[in-house]
């Protein structure tokens, strides 16, 4: 029954609008920024045609009066004077409806504009628009804290402002941890909201993020985003990223040496760096686990160690110094350190040593090391044994000398050490060649006879000389434990020349037998000379019996005794030349004799008149 009447009443309503009244198209919204130019456009539709239109507009003073702000009809269009829009609106009308226009708009035509059709007869309406503004903000700027921010905070602690200015209306702020939304969460996320406006009538917003940060934050990002409307739309803007310093208690260290490889010997230098993982770096302390009492501390994480020695050899701790630190777990880092040496190089015996002859000796090298060590023996510079000890066996002259050891540790090569031992061997004098010698010399010939001998303590030699008087010692010659004599000697007759080299420990003796050969050979001493002497023998008589006998015939030729004619002369010429052609094939090796002894009786005759020194 009710659901009837109420149908009933609706219906007749209808009947009555369509009638006799107009309808008011507006929008419900119009939106424009700041500054333009915003047109509100009232339509109207009368369902009788009217005998005449007004049309009034409206706006509503913050008090709440309303104002109107202009008039038409059909014959004037008017702005009313003094109103706040009196110099900023203007209207255009049409045959069905009114546009007004506000000029540059502001942020207080934000409200509602009304606009009043009154078609007289065919009746009269009212319908309303409302203006939006907007003014879009600055971009958000945004700062995050420069103390550092610390994961022990119970609270969210403030990590960032960001402000976005003069907008309209009131923009939003959003924030973004690694490019990822962070909403507000009790106890982990808070944003506090500062909203002011300006004289103006712009809006200024600020907004604080307080979160509560961990470890990994030291590598977040924080942005944040300005969200705004903008007609017909929402845009956003989103600020630079900025990074917190997050401050975090040390958990791990990590210890180790510096340089970082090989093995470290004394009088290095040496860094033993801790490095914790907290931040910011607490302060160290170095303790050793020999000397607990004693501390180091160090801002920078570093123990220098220099010039090292065996003695800092050890285990070193460091502990960071966390003053605040929620240990629940000691933090310590440890290193073992290893100082390496090589202690001076002991020879025994020390410095020399007297072996006698035959005698065998062990010297030995040692020298202390931390590591294994390779030891050498030399002498002259030449290797002669290998290992800490060096067997002399049977020491002879040979064996004397200087030996060095030199004592290397193969994993180390920067160790090094040497030492050395003079080996004297005593024994009697040595010749060098011992064997005695026979010699056979022309007469008058100088000879050098020569005699070294080695041994120690150093031979003196001396020589005997039975025979040939004349003799003489040239100055001796003395090489470490050997020595040198050499004498001339001028061979007259058969001669024994003994070299005697003693020293305190024993004699040795070598003689020289000469047998002296006269110049002149009593007997011949071989075929080819002897018969190339008689040869000469021969020619010589022959010569000579031819030279007497040529005398001889001249003589008597002289005297007249003997008839001389040409033919007689030509007779013993022929006879010489008959001789000689029968006897061609002698005489010419009679020549070839004559040449060879002649030559050998030069060098005989060179050898009595020059100094031996030329022979
Ligand atoms: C005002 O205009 C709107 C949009 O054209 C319309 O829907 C509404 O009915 C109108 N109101 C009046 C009271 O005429
Ligand atoms: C700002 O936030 C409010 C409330 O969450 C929301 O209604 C409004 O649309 C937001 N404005 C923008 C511009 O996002
Ligand atoms: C922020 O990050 C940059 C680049 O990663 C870095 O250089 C700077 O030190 C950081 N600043 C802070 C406060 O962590
Ligand atoms: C050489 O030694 C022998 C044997 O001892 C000795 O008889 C001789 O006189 C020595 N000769 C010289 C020149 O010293
Ligand atoms: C003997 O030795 C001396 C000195 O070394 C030398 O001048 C001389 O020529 C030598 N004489 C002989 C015959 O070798």
């Given at each position: 029954m009710i659901m009837k009447n109420s149908l009933l009443l609706l219906a007749l309503y209808y009947a009555w609008e369509v009638a006799a009244q107009v309808v008011l198209n507006m929008e419900d919204v119009v939106e424009v920024y700041k500054g333009d130019s915003a047109v509100i456009r009232c339509q109207y539709s009368f369902t009788q045609d009217p005998s005449m239109v007004m049309v009034q507009w409206f706006v509503r003073t913050p008090e709440g009066r309303r104002v109107r702000i202009s008039y038409s009809d059909l014959t004037v269009q008017k702005v009313d004077e003094n109103t706040m829009y009196t110099d900023r609106i203007s209207v255009a009308g049409d045959s069905d409806g009114e546009n007004l226009i506000i000029m540059d708009?502001?942020?207080?035509?934000e409200r509602e504009f009304f606009c009043q059709v009154n078609g007289l007869a065919a009746g009269n309406g009212e319908n309303r628009t409302h203006l939006k503004v907007f003014d879009p903000p600055e971009q958000p700027v945004i700062e995050a804290v420069h103390s550092g921010v610390s994961v022990k905070n119970a609270l969210p602690s403030k990590i960032a402002t960001c402000e976005a200015r003069e907008g309209f209306p009131k923009p939003n702020i959003t924030w973004y941890r690694n490019n990822k939304p962070l909403h507000p969460e009790k106890g982990r996320v808070n944003v506090v909201t500062l909203v002011t406006m300006d004289l103006s009538g712009l809006y200024a917003v600020q907004s604080e993020l307080q979160y509560k940060v961990?470890?990994?934050?030291?590598d977040s990002i924080f942005s944040c985003e300005v969200h705004y409307h903008v007609p017909g739309a929402i845009l956003w803007a989103r600020s630079r990223g900025v990074n917190v310093t997050v401050h975090y208690p040390t958990t791990n260290v990590k210890m180790w040496r510096e340089p970082h490889e090989g093995l470290v010997k004394e009088g290095d230098t040496v860094a033993i760096r801790c490095q914790g993982?907290?931040?910011?770096p607490p302060p160290i302390i170095f303790t050793r686990e020999q000397q607990p009492e004693v501390k180091t501390e160090s801002d920078r994480g570093v123990l220098l160690l220099k010039e090292?020695?065996?003695?800092?050899s050890g285990v070193y701790n460091c502990h960071p110094l966390d003053l605040d630190a929620v240990s629940d777990k000691e933090v310590v880092g440890s290193v073992q350190l290893t100082v390496h040496y090589l202690d001076p190089a002991v020879v025994v015996p020390k410095d020399s040593e007297v072996m006698l002859k035959g005698e065998s000796l062990a010297a030995t090298c040692n020298a202390l090391s931390s590591l294994e060590t390779t030891t050498v023996w030399l002498k002259d510079g030449v290797e002669v044994g290998k290992g800490h000890t060096l067997q002399l066996r049977?020491?002879?002259?040979?064996?004397a000398g200087h030996y060095d050891c030199e004592v290397t540790i193969l994993s180390l090569p920067g160790l090094y050490t040497s030492g050395s031992v003079h080996i004297i061997v005593q024994g009697a004098p040595e010749l060098r060649d011992t064997e005695d010698v026979t010699m056979m010399e022309r007469m008058g010939k100088w000879v050098n006879l020569t005699c070294e001998a080695r041994g120690h303590p150093k031979p003196v030699i001396t020589w005997s000389v039975v025979g040939s008087p004349n003799w003489r010692e040239f100055p001796k010659r003395e090489v470490e434990d050997s020595i040198q004599s050499v004498m001339t000697l001028k061979v007259t007759t058969d001669t024994l020349v003994t070299c005697n080299a003693t020293n305190s420990m024993g004699l040795e003796t070598k003689t020289y037998t000469i047998t002296s050969i006269p110049?002149?050979?009593?007997?011949?001493?071989s075929s080819a000379v002897d018969t190339s002497g008689v040869s000469i023998a021969i020619i010589i008589v022959s010569i000579l019996f031819l030279a007497i006998l040529g005398s001889v015939l001249y003589f008597l030729h002289k005297k007249g005794k003997l008839p001389c004619g040409r033919s007689g002369k030509q007779e013993i010429m022929n006879a010489y030349s008959t001789e000689e052609t029968t006897n061609k094939g002698d005489i010419v090796m009679e020549m070839k004799a004559e040449k060879t002894e002649k030559s050998g009786l030069l060098k005989g005759v060179n050898g009595d008149k020059k100094p031996p020194s030329d022979q």
């Open positions: 708009v502001k942020l207080s035509d961990e470890r990994e934050d030291q993982d907290g931040n910011p090292v020695t065996r003695g800092d049977d020491a002879t002259f040979a064996t110049i002149v050979p009593s007997a011949p001493r």
